[in-house]
């Protein structure tokens, strides 16, 4: 059995914005939040594509990382994820090459076959592109084919990008990417920070079609995880209550921005509504570090998962920069 410290972290952040502030300094927050975790030893820093959503400041994935990757110097950026179907595999190439060409083995591309909006955003996105996520397997063969060494009589490539190699990353929240995973021989991220109703079947399924590849010899399973960390469990559960109203808020089809914490939720949710949010976080770690530890170790456990990754939308900066801190405590181990 794996422990704790055997495991890798890391942090996915969605830029939340607060309701009073606005995106300048949520992404400001954001490099800040970089620079603390590369000290805190974190892995990789990942951002995310969203489209018209007023509380995510991330949509420009790539000049936002490469931003980040310039105020930072160890620490792996890169994205959870570009949403592949958005975009010619070749402009992502180029995208990708130039910034692994400005900052050289520390830029991950994950990418999604979902458009990480609406249906009218991604028409507004295409505009006379046909992208779809059923052309997902063989755009992310292209984009690989753009990111290796250039082939004899290759017509077509990406400067920057041909020959950086970067290291391709399949998301998803269902089983259609952890089969394509698996049989491409990549790694595999789980999007269980919002979906997890099919996390181990999907891991199953990843392992199960897992053919070695010059990327891996060996499955290799991230996981997405929501955290409030806190001193106590009851400042955690306050804390929490942050994100309970952005869920709830997603659910409706509500603004993002994000609220300040409350006392309570009484009266805030319907009954369904709170099961409904209790679904989509049900891997949280909502608590104090001991509480924390405790469930890592069973979901450690149960999934053999050779990396987390951890997202954290509290409304105080403060606070999200002391929960990701004693996450790293409780990684460390003791």
């Not at 890798?8 to 939040?33: F, I, M, N, T, W």
């Not at 028409?123 to 082939?151: H, K, M």
């Not at 595999?188 to 990327?215: G, K, N, Q």
């Not at 891996?216 to 929490?240: F, R, W």
Request: charged fraction near 20%; hydrophobic fraction near 40%; aromatic fraction near 8%.
């Amino acid at each position: 059995m794996k422990a704790l410290n055997d495991v890798k972290y890391s942090a996915l952040d969605l830029v939340p914005v607060r309701q009073d502030r606005g995106p300048a300094e949520s992404l400001r927050h954001s490099l800040d939040l970089a620079q603390h975790l590369e000290r805190f030893g974190y892995t990789r820093f990942w951002v995310a594509e969203h489209h018209n959503m007023d509380g995510i400041a991330s949509s420009a994935t790539a000049v936002l990382l490469g931003y980040l990757a310039g105020g930072t110097s160890t620490i792996r950026v890169g994205s959870g994820g570009v949403m592949l179907p958005n975009h010619a595999p070749l402009v992502i190439a180029e995208q990708f090459g130039t910034l692994a060409s400005l900052y050289p083995g520390r830029i991950d591309l994950g990418l999604g076959r979902a458009p990480g909006s609406d249906q009218m955003t991604a028409r507004a996105l295409r505009r006379e592109r046909s992208g779809s996520a059923d052309d997902f397997p063989d755009d992310v063969a292209e984009l690989a084919a753009y990111l290796g060494p250039r082939t004899p009589g290759q017509r077509v490539i990406a400067m920057p990008g041909t020959g950086t190699e970067v290291p391709i990353w399949l998301l998803g929240s269902s089983l259609f990417s952890a089969q394509l995973a698996g049989m491409r021989g990549l790694p595999y991220a789980f999007a269980s920070h919002f979906a997890p109703r099919l996390m181990h079947e999907a891991i199953r399924v990843y392992r199960d079609h897992f053919t070695p590849s010059a990327e891996l010899d060996k499955p290799y399973v991230m996981l997405g995880i929501p955290l409030v960390a806190a001193d106590t469990d009851e400042q955690a559960d306050y804390l929490a209550t942050s994100v309970y109203q952005r869920i709830l808020n997603l659910i409706r089809g509500q603004s993002l921005v994000q609220q300040p914490p409350v006392q309570s939720m009484t009266g805030r949710w319907l009954p369904h509504e709170k099961e409904a949010v209790g679904s989509f976080l049900a891997l949280a770690m909502v608590g104090s570090p001991a509480k924390i530890r405790g469930k890592l170790e069973v979901l450690i456990e149960q999934t053999g998962a050779d990396e987390l990754m951890f997202t954290c939308d509290l409304y105080e900066h403060a606070d999200r920069l002391h929960s990701y801190e004693l996450l790293a405590e409780v990684m460390k181990g003791p």
